[in-house]
Nanobody, 113 residues
C-alpha cells in the first residue's frame, strides 16, 4: 500500500498563497498518477489537479491561472501551489493515486474573508 501524506495547509488571508505538499512512502516518480482533490465542510469532494509520472500536469478549469501542480523531487513530493486564494477555496485538500485508493486526513486550508 502506497501512503500519501498531505501537508502545508494553514489559515491565510484573501489574496494570499499556500504551497501544499503530497509526500509518498515510495518514490513519488514511481506512482503513475497523483491527484489533488478538495472537500469543503459539508460538501462533496472535487478534483483539483493531476500530475503523471512523465510530468504531464492538468489543472481543473476553475483553478487554472491560480493553481499549479508540480514535483519537488528533493522532498519526494507533489506540490500544489495555490495563489490568489479566496474564501471559497476553504476546504480540506487531499492527494491520492488514480483510481483513488484510501483517503488520508488531508490538510486544512482556511481562507479568511
Amino acid at each position: 500500500q502506497v501512503q500519501l501524506v498531505e501537508s502545508g495547509g494553514s489559515l491565510v488571508q484573501t489574496g494570499g498563497s499556500l504551497k501544499l505538499s503530497c509526500t509518498a512512502s515510495v518514490s513519488i516518480s514511481s506512482i503513475p498518477i497523483v491527484d489533488w482533490y478538495r472537500q469543503p465542510v459539508g460538501k462533496q469532494r472535487i478534483f483539483v489537479a493531476r500530475i503523471t509520472a512523465d510530468g504531464t500536469a492538468t489543472v481543473a478549469y476553475p483553478f487554472r491561472g491560480r493553481f499549479t501542480i508540480s514535483r519537488d523531487n528533493a522532498r519526494n513530493a507533489v506540490v500544489l501551489q495555490m495563489n490568489s486564494l479566496q474564501p471559497e477555496d476553504t476546504a480540506v485538500y487531499y492527494c491520492n493515486v488514480a483510481p483513488p485508493s484510501n483517503w488520508g486526513r488531508g490538510t486544512q486550508v482556511t481562507v479568511s474573508s
